[in-house]
Protein backbone atom coordinates (compact mmCIF):
# COMPACT_ATOMS: atom_id res chain seq x y z
CA UNK A 1 0.00 0.00 0.00
CA UNK A 2 1.20 3.59 -0.51
CA UNK A 3 1.77 5.94 2.50
CA UNK A 4 -0.94 8.23 0.27
CA UNK A 5 -3.67 6.29 1.43
CA UNK A 6 -3.12 7.17 5.06
CA UNK A 7 -5.52 9.23 6.01
CA UNK A 8 -5.29 12.83 5.86
CA UNK A 9 -7.73 14.56 8.47
CA UNK A 10 -5.70 11.87 11.21
CA UNK A 11 -2.44 12.79 9.84
CA UNK A 12 -3.61 16.58 10.17
CA UNK A 13 -4.51 15.87 14.09
CA UNK A 14 -1.27 13.89 14.80
CA UNK A 15 0.46 16.93 13.51
CA UNK A 16 -1.38 19.17 16.00
CA UNK A 17 -1.14 16.67 18.96
CA UNK A 18 2.63 17.16 19.00
CA UNK A 19 3.21 20.72 17.33
CA UNK A 20 5.26 21.89 14.21
CA UNK A 21 8.42 21.12 15.29
CA UNK A 22 7.94 17.73 16.53
CA UNK A 23 7.52 15.48 13.12
CA UNK A 24 8.63 14.25 10.52
CA UNK A 25 7.26 13.85 6.91
CA UNK A 26 9.43 14.15 4.65
CA UNK A 27 10.48 10.66 3.38
CA UNK A 28 14.19 11.93 2.85
CA UNK A 29 14.81 12.52 6.35
CA UNK A 30 12.73 9.34 7.65
CA UNK A 31 15.92 6.86 6.60
CA UNK A 32 17.51 7.06 9.49
CA UNK A 33 13.97 5.71 11.43
CA UNK A 34 13.14 3.46 8.97
CA UNK A 35 15.47 1.52 8.88
CA UNK A 36 17.47 -1.34 11.79
CA UNK A 37 21.07 -0.51 12.59
CA UNK A 38 22.40 -3.25 10.64
CA UNK A 39 20.11 -2.51 7.34
CA UNK A 40 18.50 -6.21 7.57
CA UNK A 41 15.13 -4.35 8.26
CA UNK A 42 13.15 -1.78 6.25
CA UNK A 43 9.46 -0.16 6.36
CA UNK A 44 7.48 3.13 5.78
CA UNK A 45 5.75 5.66 7.87
CA UNK A 46 3.50 8.63 6.81
CA UNK A 47 5.01 10.34 9.82
CA UNK A 48 7.66 9.59 12.63
CA UNK A 49 6.21 11.55 15.84
CA UNK A 50 8.43 13.01 18.53
CA UNK A 51 6.38 13.65 20.91
CA UNK A 52 7.79 15.96 24.41
CA UNK A 53 6.00 14.63 27.16
CA UNK A 54 3.89 11.67 28.16
CA UNK A 55 0.54 13.69 27.93
CA UNK A 56 1.06 13.87 23.79
CA UNK A 57 1.87 10.44 24.08
CA UNK A 58 -1.53 9.82 25.37
CA UNK A 59 -3.14 11.60 22.50
CA UNK A 60 -1.49 10.30 20.12
CA UNK A 61 -2.48 6.42 20.76
CA UNK A 62 -6.05 7.49 21.95
CA UNK A 63 -6.53 8.94 18.21
CA UNK A 64 -5.04 5.92 16.97
CA UNK A 65 -6.68 3.27 18.83
CA UNK A 66 -9.95 5.24 17.94
CA UNK A 67 -9.41 4.71 14.00
CA UNK A 68 -7.51 1.71 14.22
CA UNK A 69 -3.88 2.84 13.26
CA UNK A 70 -0.98 1.04 13.93
CA UNK A 71 2.00 2.30 16.14
CA UNK A 72 5.55 2.10 16.14
CA UNK A 73 7.15 3.11 19.56
CA UNK A 74 11.34 3.44 18.93
CA UNK A 75 14.08 4.43 21.11
CA UNK A 76 17.71 4.47 19.81
CA UNK A 77 17.04 1.86 17.18
CA UNK A 78 19.53 -0.28 17.97
CA UNK A 79 17.86 -3.34 18.40
CA UNK A 80 18.82 -6.30 16.57
CA UNK A 81 15.51 -7.55 15.65
CA UNK A 82 13.49 -5.65 13.84
CA UNK A 83 11.43 -4.66 16.23
CA UNK A 84 11.16 -1.13 16.09
CA UNK A 85 10.76 -0.81 12.28
CA UNK A 86 7.42 -0.27 11.17
CA UNK A 87 5.99 -2.60 8.18
CA UNK A 88 6.28 -1.73 4.61
CA UNK A 89 2.19 -0.81 3.97
CA UNK A 90 3.01 3.01 5.05
CA UNK A 91 -0.17 2.70 7.36
CA UNK A 92 1.96 2.88 10.40
CA UNK A 93 2.89 5.61 13.05
CA UNK A 94 6.24 5.88 13.94
CA UNK A 95 6.42 7.35 17.69
CA UNK A 96 9.94 7.99 18.23
CA UNK A 97 10.41 9.28 22.31
CA UNK A 98 14.22 10.71 21.90
CA UNK A 99 12.55 14.36 23.05
CA UNK A 100 11.09 12.37 26.18
CA UNK A 101 15.27 12.55 27.33
CA UNK A 102 14.79 14.74 31.20
CA UNK A 103 16.35 13.21 33.97
CA UNK A 104 13.66 14.00 36.90
CA UNK A 105 14.85 12.80 40.01
CA UNK A 106 17.76 11.05 41.43
CA UNK A 107 17.93 9.52 45.18
CA UNK A 108 21.30 8.64 46.60
CA UNK A 109 19.49 7.79 49.48
CA UNK A 110 17.21 5.37 48.09
CA UNK A 111 20.02 4.73 45.72
CA UNK A 112 17.01 5.50 42.97
CA UNK A 113 16.87 7.39 39.51
CA UNK A 114 13.38 8.58 38.15
CA UNK A 115 13.50 9.55 34.45
CA UNK A 116 12.10 9.68 31.04
CA UNK A 117 12.32 6.54 28.36
CA UNK A 118 13.94 8.26 26.10
CA UNK A 119 17.63 9.39 28.02
CA UNK A 120 20.85 7.59 26.43
CA UNK A 121 21.94 5.03 28.81
CA UNK A 122 25.75 6.15 28.64
CA UNK A 123 24.30 9.65 29.97
CA UNK A 124 22.13 8.08 32.49
CA UNK A 125 25.25 5.91 33.90
CA UNK A 126 27.27 9.54 33.93
CA UNK A 127 24.55 11.26 35.93
CA UNK A 128 24.44 8.12 38.35
CA UNK A 129 28.45 8.50 38.82
CA UNK A 130 28.37 12.31 39.28
CA UNK A 131 26.04 11.10 42.35
CA UNK A 132 28.53 8.56 43.17
CA UNK A 133 26.30 5.57 42.05
CA UNK A 134 26.61 3.33 39.73
CA UNK A 135 23.49 1.97 37.03
CA UNK A 136 25.24 -1.15 35.76
CA UNK A 137 23.28 -1.58 32.62
CA UNK A 138 26.03 -1.95 30.11
CA UNK A 139 25.72 -2.41 26.15
CA UNK A 140 28.01 -1.71 23.01
CA UNK A 141 24.87 0.36 22.10
CA UNK A 142 25.15 2.55 25.54
CA UNK A 143 26.07 5.60 23.42
CA UNK A 144 22.83 5.64 21.57
CA UNK A 145 20.06 3.61 22.91
CA UNK A 146 17.39 5.12 25.12
CA UNK A 147 16.08 3.35 28.55
CA UNK A 148 12.41 2.61 27.23
CA UNK A 149 13.92 0.51 24.80
CA UNK A 150 16.53 -0.99 27.02
CA UNK A 151 13.44 -1.94 29.22
CA UNK A 152 10.74 -2.76 26.33
CA UNK A 153 13.08 -5.08 25.36
CA UNK A 154 14.91 -6.69 28.68
CA UNK A 155 18.40 -5.73 27.98
CA UNK A 156 21.10 -7.84 28.85
CA UNK A 157 24.57 -6.73 28.43
CA UNK A 158 27.74 -7.21 30.48
CA UNK A 159 26.66 -6.76 34.17
CA UNK A 160 24.37 -9.41 33.92
CA UNK A 161 26.39 -11.52 36.14
CA UNK A 162 26.01 -9.37 39.18
CA UNK A 163 23.15 -6.68 38.47
CA UNK A 164 20.94 -9.23 36.84
CA UNK A 165 19.04 -8.27 33.22
CA UNK A 166 17.23 -4.88 32.68
CA UNK A 167 13.98 -5.72 34.36
CA UNK A 168 15.71 -6.75 37.39
CA UNK A 169 16.71 -2.49 37.61
CA UNK A 170 13.32 -1.33 37.65
CA UNK A 171 10.94 -0.59 40.84
CA UNK A 172 8.27 1.48 39.10
CA UNK A 173 6.99 2.45 35.15
CA UNK A 174 4.82 4.93 34.11
CA UNK A 175 3.02 3.40 30.88
CA UNK A 176 0.52 4.67 28.24
CA UNK A 177 -1.60 1.88 26.93
CA UNK A 178 -3.07 1.63 23.81
CA UNK A 179 -6.46 3.34 24.55
CA UNK A 180 -4.53 6.74 25.57
CA UNK A 181 -4.63 5.62 29.46
CA UNK A 182 -1.75 6.01 31.71
CA UNK A 183 -0.64 3.87 33.79
CA UNK A 184 1.13 5.71 36.61
CA UNK A 185 3.23 2.79 38.70
CA UNK A 186 6.51 5.15 39.46
CA UNK A 187 7.14 3.80 43.38
CA UNK A 188 10.86 3.78 44.27
CA UNK A 189 9.72 0.63 46.76
CA UNK A 190 11.57 -2.22 47.27
CA UNK A 191 8.80 -3.92 48.57
CA UNK A 192 5.51 -3.75 47.28
CA UNK A 193 3.08 -6.61 47.42
CA UNK A 194 -0.27 -4.47 46.70
CA UNK A 195 -1.58 -7.09 44.09
CA UNK A 196 -0.01 -8.05 40.49
CA UNK A 197 3.24 -6.64 39.64
CA UNK A 198 2.26 -5.13 36.57
CA UNK A 199 5.08 -3.44 35.47
CA UNK A 200 6.75 -6.29 34.48
CA UNK A 201 3.81 -6.79 31.80
CA UNK A 202 6.05 -4.28 29.67
CA UNK A 203 9.13 -4.86 30.35
CA UNK A 204 10.26 -6.97 27.57
CA UNK A 205 7.26 -6.64 25.94
CA UNK A 206 8.76 -4.86 23.09
CA UNK A 207 5.83 -2.27 22.42
CA UNK A 208 3.23 -4.65 21.99
CA UNK A 209 1.33 -3.83 25.05
CA UNK A 210 2.04 -0.24 25.40
CA UNK A 211 4.56 2.44 25.87
CA UNK A 212 7.06 3.30 28.38
CA UNK A 213 7.02 6.79 28.96
CA UNK A 214 8.78 6.96 32.43
CA UNK A 215 10.97 4.60 34.83
CA UNK A 216 12.10 4.66 38.68
CA UNK A 217 15.96 2.51 38.35
CA UNK A 218 17.98 0.88 40.70
CA UNK A 219 21.11 3.03 41.43
CA UNK A 220 24.02 0.94 43.54
CA UNK A 221 26.88 1.86 45.46
CA UNK A 222 29.63 3.34 43.16
CA UNK A 223 32.67 0.64 42.87
CA UNK A 224 35.49 1.80 44.19
CA UNK A 225 38.09 -1.25 43.33
CA UNK A 226 37.82 -2.74 39.69
CA UNK A 227 40.51 -5.24 38.61
CA UNK A 228 40.22 -6.73 35.40
CA UNK A 229 42.21 -9.75 33.47
CA UNK A 230 42.23 -10.99 30.16
CA UNK A 231 42.97 -15.26 30.52
CA UNK A 232 43.84 -17.89 28.14
CA UNK A 233 41.94 -20.89 28.97
CA UNK A 234 42.94 -24.69 27.97
CA UNK A 235 39.61 -26.04 27.10
CA UNK A 236 35.86 -24.61 26.85
CA UNK A 237 35.02 -26.58 30.60
CA UNK A 238 37.68 -24.76 31.92
CA UNK A 239 35.97 -21.71 31.62
CA UNK A 240 32.96 -23.14 33.55
CA UNK A 241 35.07 -24.67 36.16
CA UNK A 242 37.15 -20.94 36.07
CA UNK A 243 33.64 -19.13 36.75
CA UNK A 244 32.65 -21.57 39.64
CA UNK A 245 35.66 -20.86 41.22
CA UNK A 246 35.77 -17.13 41.13
CA UNK A 247 32.02 -17.13 42.26
CA UNK A 248 33.09 -19.25 45.29
CA UNK A 249 36.67 -17.14 45.89
CA UNK A 250 35.71 -13.87 45.11
CA UNK A 251 31.37 -13.74 46.68
CA UNK A 252 29.50 -10.98 44.62
CA UNK A 253 32.66 -8.93 43.63
CA UNK A 254 33.03 -10.88 40.14
CA UNK A 255 30.93 -8.36 38.15
CA UNK A 256 31.87 -9.80 34.08
CA UNK A 257 32.99 -13.01 32.36
CA UNK A 258 32.96 -12.66 28.95
CA UNK A 259 34.20 -15.23 26.65
CA UNK A 260 36.04 -14.76 23.11
CA UNK A 261 37.29 -17.83 20.92
CA UNK A 262 40.33 -17.64 18.96
CA UNK A 263 38.50 -15.99 15.96
CA UNK A 264 37.38 -13.11 17.83
CA UNK A 265 41.09 -12.48 18.52
CA UNK A 266 42.06 -12.60 14.28
CA UNK A 267 39.19 -10.57 13.73
CA UNK A 268 40.19 -7.65 16.29
CA UNK A 269 43.83 -7.77 15.21
CA UNK A 270 42.79 -7.81 11.78
CA UNK A 271 40.53 -5.00 12.16
CA UNK A 272 41.92 -2.84 14.69
CA UNK A 273 45.81 -3.43 14.19
CA UNK A 274 46.98 -4.89 17.11
CA UNK A 275 49.11 -6.85 18.49
CA UNK A 276 48.12 -10.33 19.42
CA UNK A 277 47.30 -10.78 23.53
CA UNK A 278 49.76 -13.36 24.23
CA UNK A 279 52.85 -14.59 23.19
CA UNK A 280 50.92 -17.91 22.03
CA UNK A 281 47.68 -18.15 20.32
CA UNK A 282 45.21 -20.25 22.18
CA UNK A 283 41.68 -21.41 21.27
CA UNK A 284 39.71 -19.53 24.02
CA UNK A 285 39.81 -16.25 26.23
CA UNK A 286 37.74 -14.67 28.88
CA UNK A 287 37.76 -11.20 30.10
CA UNK A 288 37.08 -11.22 33.89
CA UNK A 289 36.23 -8.63 36.34
CA UNK A 290 35.57 -8.15 39.84
CA UNK A 291 34.44 -4.90 41.35
CA UNK A 292 33.91 -3.87 45.23
CA UNK A 293 32.34 -0.67 46.82
CA UNK A 294 33.88 -1.76 50.02
CA UNK A 295 37.43 0.42 51.17
CA UNK A 296 39.48 -2.47 52.10
CA UNK A 297 38.55 -4.76 49.45
CA UNK A 298 42.17 -7.02 48.27
CA UNK A 299 41.10 -7.64 44.88
CA UNK A 300 43.99 -7.78 42.70
CA UNK A 301 45.16 -10.16 45.60
CA UNK A 302 42.40 -11.73 45.01
CA UNK A 303 42.07 -12.43 41.58
CA UNK A 304 46.00 -13.38 41.17
CA UNK A 305 45.76 -16.15 43.83
CA UNK A 306 42.65 -17.51 41.49
CA UNK A 307 44.38 -17.15 38.74
CA UNK A 308 47.37 -18.70 40.14
CA UNK A 309 45.20 -21.38 41.11
CA UNK A 310 43.78 -22.31 37.91
CA UNK A 311 47.10 -22.19 36.07
CA UNK A 312 48.13 -25.45 38.51
CA UNK A 313 44.79 -27.22 38.02
CA UNK A 314 45.59 -26.25 34.27
CA UNK A 315 42.39 -24.60 33.56
CA UNK A 316 44.63 -21.40 32.68
CA UNK A 317 47.52 -21.49 30.39
CA UNK A 318 48.56 -17.46 30.47
CA UNK A 319 46.77 -14.20 31.88
CA UNK A 320 47.68 -10.22 32.09
CA UNK A 321 45.88 -8.37 35.06
CA UNK A 322 45.26 -5.23 33.81
CA UNK A 323 48.11 -2.62 35.88
CA UNK A 324 45.95 0.56 34.99
CA UNK A 325 42.88 1.51 34.53
CA UNK A 326 43.87 2.72 30.98
CA UNK A 327 44.54 -1.18 30.11
CA UNK A 328 41.80 -1.82 31.46
CA UNK A 329 39.71 -0.26 29.17
CA UNK A 330 41.56 -1.34 26.30
CA UNK A 331 41.08 -4.82 26.97
CA UNK A 332 36.97 -3.90 27.19
CA UNK A 333 37.27 -1.76 24.29
CA UNK A 334 38.14 -6.01 22.28
CA UNK A 335 34.90 -7.08 23.90
CA UNK A 336 32.85 -4.26 23.03
CA UNK A 337 34.28 -3.43 18.98
CA UNK A 338 33.33 -7.32 18.33
CA UNK A 339 29.30 -6.87 17.26
CA UNK A 340 30.68 -3.92 14.72
CA UNK A 341 33.73 -5.65 13.89
CA UNK A 342 31.97 -8.85 12.71
CA UNK A 343 29.66 -7.01 10.84
CA UNK A 344 32.07 -5.82 8.48
CA UNK A 345 33.08 -9.13 7.30
CA UNK A 346 30.26 -10.03 5.04
CA UNK A 347 27.36 -12.36 5.26
CA UNK A 348 26.39 -13.98 8.02
CA UNK A 349 24.08 -15.84 10.20
CA UNK A 350 23.82 -14.79 13.69
CA UNK A 351 22.92 -16.74 16.87
CA UNK A 352 21.70 -15.11 20.68
CA UNK A 353 21.45 -18.44 22.64
CA UNK A 354 21.34 -19.28 26.07
CA UNK A 355 21.74 -22.54 27.84
CA UNK A 356 22.21 -23.31 31.41
CA UNK A 357 25.86 -22.58 32.75
CA UNK A 358 26.82 -26.25 33.11
CA UNK A 359 25.54 -27.35 29.58
CA UNK A 360 27.97 -24.29 27.50
CA UNK A 361 30.70 -26.17 26.55
CA UNK A 362 27.89 -29.14 24.83
CA UNK A 363 26.43 -26.45 23.14
CA UNK A 364 29.22 -24.79 21.41
CA UNK A 365 31.15 -27.82 20.89
CA UNK A 366 27.60 -29.29 19.16
CA UNK A 367 27.14 -25.92 17.44
CA UNK A 368 30.25 -26.08 15.77
CA UNK A 369 30.10 -29.66 14.51
CA UNK A 370 26.38 -29.19 13.18
CA UNK A 371 27.88 -25.75 10.82
CA UNK A 372 30.46 -28.05 9.50
CA UNK A 373 28.32 -30.52 8.22
CA UNK A 374 26.23 -27.83 7.08
CA UNK A 375 28.64 -25.63 5.02
CA UNK A 376 32.45 -27.02 5.30
CA UNK A 377 33.84 -24.05 4.20
CA UNK A 378 32.09 -21.78 6.51
CA UNK A 379 33.52 -19.68 9.64
CA UNK A 380 32.42 -19.45 12.85
CA UNK A 381 32.91 -17.65 15.67
CA UNK A 382 31.72 -17.68 19.24
CA UNK A 383 31.99 -15.04 22.08
CA UNK A 384 29.05 -13.93 24.39
CA UNK A 385 28.15 -13.65 28.70
CA UNK A 386 29.67 -17.31 30.20
CA UNK A 387 28.18 -15.63 33.18
CA UNK A 388 25.11 -16.03 32.87
CA UNK A 389 24.84 -19.21 29.84
CA UNK A 390 24.13 -16.92 27.01
CA UNK A 391 26.43 -17.21 23.88
CA UNK A 392 26.60 -15.09 20.63
CA UNK A 393 27.28 -17.47 17.87
CA UNK A 394 28.19 -16.12 14.16
CA UNK A 395 28.38 -18.19 10.75
CA UNK A 396 29.87 -16.43 7.84
CA UNK A 397 29.81 -18.16 4.83
CA UNK A 398 31.74 -17.89 1.65
CA UNK A 399 31.61 -15.14 -0.34
CA UNK A 400 31.29 -16.97 -3.63
CA UNK A 401 27.72 -18.89 -2.65
CA UNK A 402 24.88 -17.40 -4.29
CA UNK A 403 22.53 -16.11 -2.55
CA UNK A 404 20.16 -19.02 -2.84
CA UNK A 405 22.92 -20.93 -1.39
CA UNK A 406 23.11 -18.44 1.33
CA UNK A 407 19.61 -18.67 2.78
CA UNK A 408 19.46 -22.46 2.35
CA UNK A 409 22.37 -22.78 4.48
CA UNK A 410 20.87 -20.14 6.85
CA UNK A 411 17.88 -22.41 6.89
CA UNK A 412 19.33 -25.39 7.68
CA UNK A 413 21.60 -24.07 9.95
CA UNK A 414 19.22 -22.02 12.25
CA UNK A 415 16.65 -25.12 12.62
CA UNK A 416 19.91 -27.27 13.60
CA UNK A 417 21.26 -25.16 16.17
CA UNK A 418 17.86 -24.14 17.68
CA UNK A 419 17.05 -27.57 18.19
CA UNK A 420 20.35 -28.06 19.92
CA UNK A 421 19.64 -25.42 22.15
CA UNK A 422 16.18 -26.03 23.07
CA UNK A 423 17.38 -30.14 23.89
CA UNK A 424 19.52 -28.39 26.61
CA UNK A 425 16.53 -26.60 27.58
CA UNK A 426 18.08 -23.31 26.55
CA UNK A 427 16.14 -20.35 24.82
CA UNK A 428 16.85 -19.35 21.31
CA UNK A 429 16.31 -15.31 22.22
CA UNK A 430 18.31 -14.80 25.60
CA UNK A 431 18.63 -11.23 25.12
CA UNK A 432 17.69 -9.56 21.78
CA UNK A 433 14.05 -10.30 22.14
CA UNK A 434 11.39 -11.42 19.14
CA UNK A 435 10.71 -8.68 16.78
CA UNK A 436 9.45 -9.62 13.26
CA UNK A 437 12.62 -12.21 13.27
CA UNK A 438 12.23 -14.96 15.81
CA UNK A 439 8.14 -14.93 15.47
CA UNK A 440 8.52 -18.38 13.80
CA UNK A 441 10.76 -19.27 16.54
CA UNK A 442 8.59 -18.25 19.48
CA UNK A 443 5.80 -20.43 17.87
CA UNK A 444 7.75 -23.71 17.39
CA UNK A 445 9.91 -23.96 20.64
CA UNK A 446 7.04 -22.36 23.10
CA UNK A 447 4.39 -24.04 24.48
CA UNK A 448 1.02 -24.06 23.36
CA UNK A 449 0.05 -23.14 26.79
CA UNK A 450 2.91 -20.02 26.81
CA UNK A 451 1.58 -18.35 23.99
CA UNK A 452 -2.16 -18.69 24.73
CA UNK A 453 -1.46 -16.95 27.35
CA UNK A 454 0.49 -14.12 26.07
CA UNK A 455 -2.13 -13.89 23.26
CA UNK A 456 -4.86 -13.50 25.89
CA UNK A 457 -2.55 -10.86 27.33
CA UNK A 458 -2.01 -8.95 24.39
CA UNK A 459 -6.02 -9.37 23.73
CA UNK A 460 -7.13 -7.80 26.68
CA UNK A 461 -4.38 -5.00 27.04
CA UNK A 462 -4.64 -3.81 23.32
CA UNK A 463 -7.92 -4.63 21.77
CA UNK A 464 -7.30 -3.22 18.14
CA UNK A 465 -4.17 -4.63 17.92
CA UNK A 466 -2.15 -1.32 17.54
CA UNK A 467 0.35 -1.63 19.73
CA UNK A 468 3.70 -2.35 17.18
CA UNK A 469 1.58 -4.58 15.14
CA UNK A 470 3.02 -8.16 13.82
CA UNK A 471 5.72 -7.76 16.33
CA UNK A 472 6.52 -11.01 18.74
CA UNK A 473 2.62 -12.69 18.31
Not at 431 to 449: F, M, N, P, R
Amino acid sequence: MSIHKFPPTILNQLKSIVGSKNYIIDVSKMTHYLSDWRNHFHGSSPIILKPSNTLMVSEILTLCNDNHIGVVPQGGNTGLVGGAVPDNSGLEVLICLEKMNKILDIDPINCTMTLESGCILSEIQDTARKSNRLFPLSLAAEGSCQIGGNLSTNAGGTSVLQYGNAKDLVLGLEVVLADGSIMNSLRSLRKNNAGYDLKQLFLGSEGTLGIITKAVIKLFPLPIHKVTSIVALSSLESAVELLVKLRETTGNALSAFEYMDRECIEVLIDQMDINDIFDQKYEHYALLELSSSAENASLQLLLEDSISSEIINNNINDAIVASSETQAAQFWNLRETLPLALKSLGRFVTFDISVPISLLPQLIDEAKKKCNEVSKNSRSIVFGHVGDGNIHYYLFTPSEISKDEFLNIKHKVKSSIYDITAKLDGSFSAEHGIGVAKKQELQYYTSTVEIELMRVIKKSIDINNIMNPGKVL
